[in-house]
């Protein structure tokens, strides 16, 4: 059985590192990083997984949108693995809301995401997937591919009074 991986944290370097591309998602080496961020996001509140953030630097993320205590009215869907994982924004609108990250506990912030996007990535067989995305699923999404280019959400944020501790945002929010 796949074991958990310790999740990186903020200052860790790797979180601020370009990750390579993916060229055998057949190899063992890419076939352990997904067991392990599988098995890693399931024993997580977290609704998304980057391979940067269990130390492996790999364009492989895992969206797994689902309600929790820490996001309440997220929408349900399988968790889904995406491989070279790139996406383009279908117009310029842009909303502010709310986002957590494993890597960084403790901290919500508003977040400016584009909140419509088309998406390209390959599947865990090899095949490319297209698809369009929207709202929280498209947030977190964006939030992932973040971690492949070296960036944190906290990196995003307008101004610094968007930032609160998660404890003053459950009971804003929850």
């Not at 490319?128 to 280019?149: K, N």
């Amino acid at each position: 059985m796949t074991q958990n991986c310790e999740i990186a944290q903020l200052g860790a370097d790797v979180l601020r590192q370009i990750s390579a591309k993916v060229e055998n998602i057949n190899s063992p080496a890419i076939r352990k990083i997904i067991d392990e961020m599988t098995t890693t996001l399931a024993n997580t509140q977290g609704v998304g997984l980057a391979a940067p953030q269990i130390s492996q630097l790999q364009r492989i993320i895992i969206v797994a949108s689902r309600p929790s205590t820490r996001y309440p009215h997220a929408p349900l869907m399988l968790p889904t693995v995406m491989v070279n994982p790139s996406y383009e924004a279908l117009s310029e609108q842009t909303e502010k809301d709310w986002e957590g990250c494993l890597s960084i506990p403790g901290i919500r912030a508003l977040v400016p995401r584009y909140t419509s996007i088309t998406v390209q990535y390959e599947d865990v067989r090899g095949l490319t997937v297209q698809s369009m995305l929207e709202g929280f699923v498209a947030r977190v999404f964006q939030h992932e591919i973040d971690h492949l280019d070296g960036t944190v959400y906290l990196d995003r944020v307008e101004t610094n009074t968007d930032i609160i501790s998660e404890t003053e945002y459950l009971k804003l929010f929850v």
